[in-house]
C-alpha cells in the first residue's frame, strides 16, 4: 500500500511574525511544499492536521486568526483530508485513525512543525498502533527550548528529538532521499 502523507501543523504562528516562530520554518515549509507536490503528482494520498488551541487565552493557533491557518504552500487541496485537533497527538480524541482506514493504512510519510511536540507525539502514536513511519526529517522544525536554566537552540532540539524517533519509531530521511 502507498504511503499516506500526513501534514502537521505547518501553520503560520510557527514563522517569522508569528506568535512563536521556530528555527528553520521557512525552510522546512518549502521542503514540505516540495514533498507535497511529489506526493500529489503520483496520486498519493494526503491528510492534514491544523492544530486550534481552545483554551482560554490562548495567544497562538487559534482557530478563524492568521496564525491559526495553514502555511498556503501546503494548504490543503479540495478532496484532501483536514483534521482539527486541540492535543499534540493527532491521533487523540480526532477521526485520523479512521481516515487512515485503520489497519489498511500501512505506511505514513510524516511532516510539521514542531519536532519537539506534535510531530513527536503523532509519530510515536501513529508507531504505537502499528503504522510504518517515515518521517522527512528536514521538512519539519523546532523552536529554541530551555531545561534547567541552559537554552537548547532549535537546530539541537530537531536534532534530538529526530534521532530519538529514528532510534525506535521511524525512518527519518530527507526530502531530497523520498522526491528522487
Do not use: W
Amino acid at each position: 500500500m502507498p504511503q499516506i502523507l500526513v501534514i502537521v501543523d505547518i501553520q503560520r504562528d510557527y514563522f517569522p511574525g508569528g506568535a512563536y516562530p521556530l528555527v528553520g520554518a521557512d525552510a522546512a515549509a518549502d521542503r514540505a511544499a516540495v514533498l507535497l507536490a511529489h506526493h500529489r503528482s503520483t496520486g498519493g494520498r494526503v491528510i492534514h492536521v491544523q492544530h486550534e488551541s481552545r483554551e482560554e487565552g490562548a495567544d497562538m493557533l487559534v482557530p478563524g486568526t492568521p496564525g491559526g491557518e495553514i502555511d498556503a504552500r501546503v494548504a490543503p487541496l479540495a478532496g484532501e483530508a483536514l483534521v482539527r485537533k486541540t492535543l499534540p497527538n493527532a491521533f487523540l480524541g480526532t477521526p485520523l485513525h479512521d481516515l487512515l482506514g485503520g489497519a489498511e493504512a500501512s505506511d505514513l510519510l510524516v511532516v510539521g512543525m514542531m519536532s519537539s511536540m506534535c510531530v513527536d507525539a503523532t509519530v510515536r502514536a501513529a508507531a504505537d498502533l502499528g503504522y510504518a513511519v517515515t518521517v522527512a526529517g528536514d521538512a519539519c522544525a523546532a523552536p529554541d527550548l530551555e531545561y534547567d536554566g541552559a537554552r537548547v537552540g532549535g537546530a539541537d532540539v530537531h536534532a534530538a528529538f529526530m534521532a530519538a524517533l529514528a532510534s525506535a519509531y521511524a525512518r527519518v530521511v530527507p526530502v531530497a532521499r523520498l522526491v528522487g
